[in-house]
């Protein structure tokens, strides 16, 4: 019982000298909140097979993929930069043109990333996009993918007798600013 009534007479002053602040209820207001969302885009890989037909070098035809990404309001309205990733493994003696190329829905290119592929190199390559920059990104619609060979110095062609690979992938990071 002693103890209660201490813990009481110690307590009560505590209680009524505490400090305490107004609280601010508009602090809600200046909440920020700033997701970032990573996804996978393109990944492939290309053998000498696909690139030499009959002895003679073919690029391959563009492919095209939709990019949905960007088909909802908080992607519209809220999305500040994107930071695209890309990384290349080139097993060939040959250089290459590999193009990203998005497009709106009536085919106009809204973006464009050119990756020039050294020869028996892996590289990494970053592209961002700053939304205020290039608005019209947001219309995107398609992903168009296209590897060009190159010529080589000395005129010759991939040997399709020596395997070979040439590996990309390809990831974004949405940068979102949620009010």
Do not use: W
Request: proline share 3%; charged share 20%; with cysteine.
């Amino acid at each position: 019982m002693k103890l209660k009534v201490k813990f009481l007479l110690l307590f009560i002053p505590l209680l009524f000298t505490a400090c305490v602040d107004n609280i601010d209820f508009e602090q809600a207001n200046d909440l920020r909140a700033t997701p970032a969302i990573s996804v996978s885009l393109v990944n492939s890989s290309v053998t000498q097979d696909q690139l030499v037909i009959s002895g003679v070098e073919i690029d391959l035809p563009p492919q095209r993929s939709e990019f949905t990404i960007l088909d909802n309001d908080t992607a519209r309205n809220d999305l500040e930069r994107i930071l695209f990733n890309f990384e290349i493994s080139n097993g060939f003696d040959r250089e290459f043109l590999l193009t990203f190329t998005f497009l709106d829905e009536s085919g106009n290119t809204t973006h464009e990333i050119d990756l020039n592929i050294i020869n028996n190199v892996s590289s990494i390559f970053n592209e961002e996009i700053i939304i205020a920059n290039n608005s019209n990104f947001l219309n995107s619609r398609f992903l168009e993918v296209s590897l060009t060979i190159l010529p080589s110095l000395d005129g010759s062609i991939i040997d399709v007798n020596t395997p070979a690979t040439l590996i990309f992938k390809s990831a974004g990071t949405f940068y979102f600013n949620l009010n």
